[in-house]
């Protein structure tokens, strides 16, 4: 079976996104850094005996300034490598902030694979140096597998486009997961705690990433009503601790459980989001 797929990658500029393209489809490596605006290659993959691939290979920029112009690059995308340098802790801490909230928003059902570049770099004594000046260390492989698993990405595979390590490995699982990806069927509610991952906090980070956000826990007067548990078919309710848990986790001001009928909460849902609005706390730049 041959099939034709688009793979599209992002991340923070400079975190190694060019690199590892140009070492995969033209077998170049250059120490030089420029700025990407868009560029495409393809590339014909054979993954078994059974499959072959074209991969229409997109690569982005990171920069700020084209944060407008990337977006026309996602429609018909089959597998999307956010990419992090695993000795840049900021273009890390991105993946959250910037890179899952925008991909997630221009594709819902996408698969995902993240990818760690730059792994060659992690013992070298000046960039150690380096970080150390900063108060920073390399990103663990185990932080990224835990994210990878909290963003419920495909895998997550660390590479080194110098080096050449895992640079197969990477484009492989990414064919491979726009082959056999299956999004997992969902029904979009309101009242989904699930869904404040999945569905709200990527679209209100995408529009609004400076805005303060309360989370907010609704029908607390039906947490010990039998005929609503019955409903539930065998789930628990979402504990506080868990709730909190999240909001702790999406950099929430505050989450308040309340309930509409008995008006419990009403009051404090509205006065602490209105003391956030009055009070916002400093915007972070990517």
Same mark, same amino acid.
């Given at each position: 079976?041959?099939?034709?797929?688009?793979?599209? @990658?992002?991340?923070? !500029?400079?975190?190694?996104? =060019?690199?590892?393209?140009? @070492?995969?489809?033209?077998?170049?490596?250059? $120490?030089?850094?420029?700025?990407?605006?868009? $560029?495409?290659?393809?590339?014909?993959?054979?993954?078994?005996?059974?499959?072959?691939?074209?991969?229409?290979?997109?690569?982005?920029?990171?920069?700020?300034?084209?944060?407008?112009?990337?977006?026309?690059?996602?429609?018909?995308?089959?597998?999307?490598?956010?990419?992090?340098?695993?000795?840049?802790?900021?273009?890390?801490?991105?993946? =959250? $902030?910037?890179?899952?909230?925008?991909?997630?928003?221009?594709?819902?059902?996408?698969?995902?694979?993240?990818?760690?570049?730059?792994?060659?770099?992690?013992?070298?004594?000046?960039?150690? $140096?380096?970080?150390?000046?900063?108060?920073?260390?390399?990103?663990?492989?185990?932080?990224?597998?835990?994210?990878?698993?909290?963003?419920?990405?495909?895998?997550?595979?660390?590479?080194? %486009?110098?080096?050449?390590?895992?640079?197969?490995?990477?484009?492989?699982?990414?064919?491979?997961? %726009?082959?056999?990806?299956?999004?997992?069927?969902?029904?979009?509610?309101? =009242?989904?705690?699930?869904?404040?991952?999945?569905?709200?906090?990527?679209?209100?980070?995408?529009?609004?990433?400076?805005?303060?956000?309360?989370?907010?826990?609704?029908?607390?007067?039906?947490?010990?009503?039998?005929?609503?548990?019955?409903?539930?078919?065998?789930?628990?309710?979402?504990? =506080?601790?868990?709730?909190? %848990?999240?909001?702790?986790?999406?950099?929430?001001?505050?989450?308040?459980?309340?309930?509409?009928?008995?008006?419990? !909460?009403?009051?404090?849902?509205?006065?602490?989001?209105?003391?956030?609005?009055?009070?916002?706390?400093?915007?972070?730049?990517?």
């Amino acid at each position: 079976m041959s099939v034709r797929k688009k793979l599209i @990658v992002v991340g923070d !500029g400079n975190c190694g996104k =060019t690199c590892l393209l140009t @070492v995969f489809a033209k077998d170049q490596f250059s $120490e030089e850094y420029l700025p990407t605006v868009f $560029e495409a290659d393809i590339v014909n993959m054979t993954l078994d005996d059974c499959n072959t691939v074209m991969l229409i290979l997109l690569d982005t920029s990171g920069q700020e300034e084209y944060d407008r112009l990337r977006p026309i690059q996602y429609p018909g995308t089959d597998v999307v490598l956010i990419c992090f340098s695993v000795v840049w802790p900021d273009s890390f801490d991105n993946v =959250t $902030e910037k890179w899952i909230p925008e991909v997630r928003h221009f594709c819902p059902k996408i698969p995902i694979v993240l990818v760690g570049t730059k792994n060659d770099l992690r013992s070298d004594s000046s960039v150690l $140096e380096q970080l150390q000046k900063l108060d920073k260390k390399p990103v663990t492989t185990e932080a990224a597998e835990a994210l990878a698993k909290q963003m419920r990405a495909v895998a997550y595979v660390e590479c080194s %486009a110098k080096t050449k390590f895992n640079v197969s490995k990477v484009f492989v699982t990414a064919a491979n997961a %726009a082959i056999n990806y299956r999004p997992r069927k969902r029904v979009f509610n309101c =009242t989904s705690f699930d869904n404040v991952t999945d569905k709200w906090i990527p679209e209100v980070r995408h529009f609004c990433p400076n805005v303060p956000v309360v989370l907010v826990g609704t029908k607390n007067d039906l947490r010990s009503d039998s005929s609503a548990f019955e409903k539930l078919d065998r789930l628990s309710p979402v504990l =506080t601790e868990v709730a909190e %848990a999240m909001a702790k986790k999406m950099k929430a001001v505050a989450y308040i459980k309340c309930s509409s009928k008995t008006r419990c !909460g009403i009051n404090s849902v509205f006065v602490t989001a209105a003391r956030a609005a009055l009070n916002p706390r400093s915007k972070k730049t990517f």
